[in-house]
């Protein structure tokens, strides 16, 4: 969280307070574009509730593509063997153990053997003593070097959607708005209840994560982060939609009683989280007019979604030398 700021009304509570700086994808996922729009106690809720939870499951993508953070490390993230549940740890260019292994085989209360499995040299002769001192042993010890010339198949579970995240994913719509709009419009009576769900949610969720009506969002080639917000006029209705990574895809009621005297066209922004620039394509493009309950409740079956996420799967994977960490359970 960036400790300066500067005081105006921050676009969340409403309130005149002293604003922080938002990205408005979270820069753990690559994001660069920000803006102080939100005071710092709605940034540091944010942060620890919602975006916290995106971070968790998607951030794992920033790491095995090496991206570039503003701030900070990409993160190690837990992975296991398949063969035999072993759990390692990947930090975007190698694999480690998470943790070193001590088995100790006893006959009739009497040391058998003990298999000692560390992760450094240094680490293997600091446990071979704490050991010896423990169970007051002595001799030699035989020391192999484990070597695995790979590839290793593994797989790591996260998820792509639940409450939290889809509140996530209304916020970077919102903070986009934010961005766009006059300060008049953003903070008017029609966007309050899309205010109240980023910052409580509430019974019915107003994002959805949506592979139906939403293949726009994605050229299914590169791993682009891409936002766009359309307004449907006849309906009163703005909409917003939200792809990750060119796979994770959402849909956003952000409005259903906006009234506008004029026509605007789509607000759009993407970018290439691996080479730190922003796209630029047709400025009047709108994406297709979804009624409410395409936006919140998509039908699509299991399979479709599966395949869909197969999809971006491929893209992810033509950017990853050893794409062997990025095998996805797509079956649940």
């Not at 979270?26 to 995106?54: M, V």
């Not at 990574?245 to 066209?265: A, C, H, I, K, Q």
Request: aromatic share 10%; with cysteine; hydrophobic share 35%.
């Amino acid at each position: 969280m960036n400790i300066q700021a500067k005081q105006g009304k921050c676009f969340s509570c409403c309130q005149q307070k002293a604003l922080t700086e938002e990205h408005i994808i979270p820069q753990a996922l690559g994001g660069k574009y920000s803006a102080w729009i939100y005071c710092k106690d709605c940034n540091d809720n944010f942060g620890r509730e919602i975006d916290s939870e995106l971070v968790k499951n998607l951030g794992y993508f920033s790491t095995i593509l090496e991206i570039d953070r503003d701030r900070g490390k990409n993160q190690p993230y837990d992975i296991s063997v398949v063969k035999d549940s072993t759990e390692l740890t990947h930090d975007g260019k190698k694999l480690a153990r998470k943790k070193p292994v001590v088995k100790i085989e006893k006959v009739d209360d009497n040391i058998k053997s003990i298999d000692i499995r560390a992760r450094s040299e240094s680490e293997l002769d600091k446990i071979i003593e704490g050991v010896k001192r423990k169970y007051k042993l002595g001799g030699s010890v035989k020391k192999i070097y484990e070597e695995h010339p790979g590839p290793t198949d593994t797989k790591r579970d996260f998820v792509f959607d639940n409450s939290l995240i889809r509140r996530a994913v209304a916020k970077i719509v919102y903070s986009l708005i934010c961005i766009k709009l006059p300060e008049s419009y953003v903070l008017s009576v029609p966007f309050d209840n899309i205010r109240e769900y980023i910052r409580f949610g509430c019974e019915k969720d107003l994002a959805a994560a949506n592979f139906t009506h939403t293949d726009f969002m994605t050229d299914y080639t590169r791993p682009l982060h891409k936002i766009h917000i359309s307004l449907n006029r006849c309906n009163n209705l703005v909409a917003g939609f939200v792809c990750l990574f060119g796979t994770f895809r959402y849909t956003v009621l952000v409005s259903d009683n906006f009234e506008s005297l004029f026509e605007w066209p789509g607000l759009d922004y993407t970018f290439d989280p691996v080479t730190s620039r922003e796209i630029f394509g047709n400025p009047n493009f709108k994406a297709p007019e979804l009624n409410v309950n395409q936006l919140i409740s998509p039908r699509h079956s299991k399979q479709f979604v599966l395949d869909e996420l197969s999809k971006g799967h491929k893209i992810l994977e033509s950017y990853i030398e050893d794409y062997q960490f990025l095998k996805m359970e797509l079956d649940h």
